[in-house]
């Protein structure tokens, strides 16, 4: 029983499976058509009844009326099952559902990445009369595959001017207008973007959607702009009132994730960014079809991995985003994240060659999202050995970044030059952007800039310690060993040999890659048997444990823990204990 109905199921699924595959066609046809008829005459109260009752229309080869389809594909959509909406959404079309039909099926088919596809169902229907809302609608969704799919703004934005010109009821000019604000921040026009949507939140005649849309510009696009804090109450605002507009817009649920990811990414909040992207794979599914956002979704897994130093993990999570295959300038970019992790990784002949395929499908239409290209350009050129061009691009994308007053993308790459070296020549901004952006990763960036720029060891070894706190080893491996180099130079070979300890601790938790500022580090070199005990020293093992465990005398033990505490600079265990914690298990091995 299930309320007032009493439900009747197969024992087994696959009995259902092998009744059908043995029942001739027509026999097929009339028994789904008796299905839609009892479920009909039920009522079809439920949600799950209206998707049923399509589906089984759909399957009698009876299809009269395009009303159940239509309804169906929209729960479907609804529920991300792209691969259902999509199959109703052109049955729908076929049976007549008209602008209705194609506006629903377009939205599906350009989220999954078939934007030929979307064009011509928008296009076989676009000189057929329709009211003014469906007028609109039909415009926004054209221009919006237009530009994001196709790649051809001048049309899109045509599109919209010319709907905008025949629309006299002001919620659906607002519409329209709210559909070009999203083109325009793709583009990365966020500032007047985000301005012009918090007058439309204020003001009067907006629609239920046209409110989802505009929030959903301000949550997505004012992270860029160093907004984080205002962009999480946009999410939270969106997120409050999603009953209201879900079912109309369920691809703005994805759009809102992105915008919380990156408000926590570039906070400084690693396990926030992570529990966004869990976020986002439950809303859609484990085997959804919208391989899009799937693969956005594990991109973004493998940048919060690569920032945390976990680089084995990074390559292989987003070489799995890239498996799966779609338009050219979105798999673009994870290919781009792979590059940066294979870079790293110290392949650079891999490197290079992802490089050019993500550089082959770069498009000034999608800038913003694209600006990962640019960061993983210039470590690519960064690890190939070529540092002063690293730089000279780290500088090129923060001027471009800062005519946009893009802060976010700005910040990432002044910081960059100073991880290259470069930090006297960006300090002065990069302490001014930060003083604009929001979070504690802006505030370590600035000070990592200040004290690399002066020299300070100690401020270096502070920063690196923040960097630990925030979960990013690589960067604190990499402060340690600027910090050393300081130390070094302001003669102050023990605090040096520390530092380069620790650089070298955290550096090994990544896997030990060869970053430019690691490159130069003049560590102390353990012997593959010192790391391995003082590794376990650290971890808390006795001498006599250890010595069991690696089949070795105590004084063995014993006489290789001294010349560990000797090269490092330390005490004794607790001084290497405290040396060695970095916070992240070392990377396995493939």
Not at 154 to 174: G, N, T
Not at 253 to 277: F, Q, T, W
Not at 378 to 402: C, I, K, S, Y
Request: hydrophobic share 45%; charged share 25%.
């Amino acid at each position: 029983m299930d309320g007032r109905r009493t439900l009747v199921r197969l024992a087994h699924p696959l009995y259902g499976e092998a009744i059908r595959a043995g029942s001739p066609l027509l026999r097929t046809r009339r028994r789904y058509r008796q299905l839609a008829e009892a479920l009909e005459a039920a009522g079809a109260r439920r949600r799950d009844d209206v998707v049923r009752l399509a589906v089984w229309r759909l399957e009698s080869g009876a299809v009269k009326d395009p009303a159940p389809l239509l309804s169906g594909c929209a729960i479907a959509w609804a529920a991300h099952d792209a691969t259902l909406a999509t199959r109703l959404g052109w049955a729908a079309l076929k049976a007549g559902g008209g602008a209705r039909a194609a506006i629903l099926l377009s939205d599906v088919l350009s989220f999954s990445e078939a934007f030929t596809d979307s064009e011509a169902a928008l296009t076989s229907v676009w000189n057929e009369p329709c009211g003014p809302d469906l007028r609109a609608q039909l415009a926004m969704q054209r221009a919006w595959n237009l530009n994001f799919g196709l790649r051809r703004p001048a049309e899109a934005d045509a599109v919209l001017d010319a709907a905008e010109a025949m629309l006299d009821d002001p919620s659906l000019r607002q519409l329209v207008e709210a559909m070009r604000l999203n083109l325009r921040v793709l583009r990365g026009e966020v500032h007047e973007c985000a301005r012009i949507a918090y007058e439309m939140l204020e003001g009067e005649h907006l629609s239920v959607v046209g409110e989802a849309m505009a929030l959903g510009i301000t949550a997505y696009g004012l992270p860029y702009t160093g907004r984080c804090d205002e962009a999480r109450r946009m999410f939270l605002r969106a997120r409050a009132v999603e009953a209201s507009w879900h079912d109309a817009a369920p691809s703005e649920v994805l759009k809102l994730i992105a915008g919380n990811y990156l408000s926590e990414l570039l906070s400084g909040d690693l396990d926030a960014a992570g529990r966004a992207v869990l976020q986002g794979q439950e809303v859609l599914g484990d085997d959804s079809a919208l391989r899009l956002f799937r693969r956005i979704f594990l991109q973004w897994h493998g940048e919060i991995a690569r920032m945390r130093g976990r680089l084995a993990e990074a390559a292989r999570v987003t070489k799995e985003a890239t498996t799966l295959a779609g338009a050219g300038h979105f798999t673009a970019l994870a290919v781009a994240e792979l590059a940066h992790c294979t870079a790293l990784l110290g392949d650079q002949a891999g490197a290079r060659a992802l490089m050019a395929e993500a550089e082959r499908d770069r498009t000034e239409v999608l800038y913003l999202l694209q600006t990962s290209i640019d960061s993983a350009q210039r470590w690519v050129t960064a690890m190939g050995g070529r540092l002063p061009r690293a730089v000279q691009l780290a500088l090129e994308h923060a001027d471009r970044a800062h005519s946009h007053d893009l802060l976010g993308i700005e910040l990432v790459a002044l910081h960059d030059a100073v991880r290259f070296g470069a930090a006297r020549r960006v300090v002065s901004r990069l302490v001014e952007v930060a003083r604009r952006h929001d979070g504690v990763l802006a505030t370590v960036y600035a000070a990592h800039a200040t004290a690399a720029a002066s020299g300070d060891g100690e401020e270096l070894d502070q920063v690196a310690g923040s960097y630990r706190q925030l979960g990013m080893i690589l960067h604190a491996a990499e402060a340690y060993a600027q910090a050393s180099a300081a130390h070094r130079a302001r003669g102050r070979p023990q605090q040096g040999r520390t530092s380069a300890a620790r650089a070298s601790a955290c550096a090994a938790a990544c896997g030990d890659p060869r970053t430019p500022a690691l490159a130069r580090l003049q560590g102390p070199v353990l012997t593959p048997r010192e790391r391995e005990i003082a590794r376990l020293a650290a971890a808390g093992l006795a001498s006599k444990e250890i010595a069991a465990r690696l089949v070795l005398s105590i004084r063995t033990v014993d006489n290789h823990l001294q010349s560990v505490y000797g090269k490092l600079g330390v005490n004794g265990r607790t001084e290497l204990t405290e040396l060695l914690d970095t916070d992240s298990p070392p990377e396995e091995e493939d």
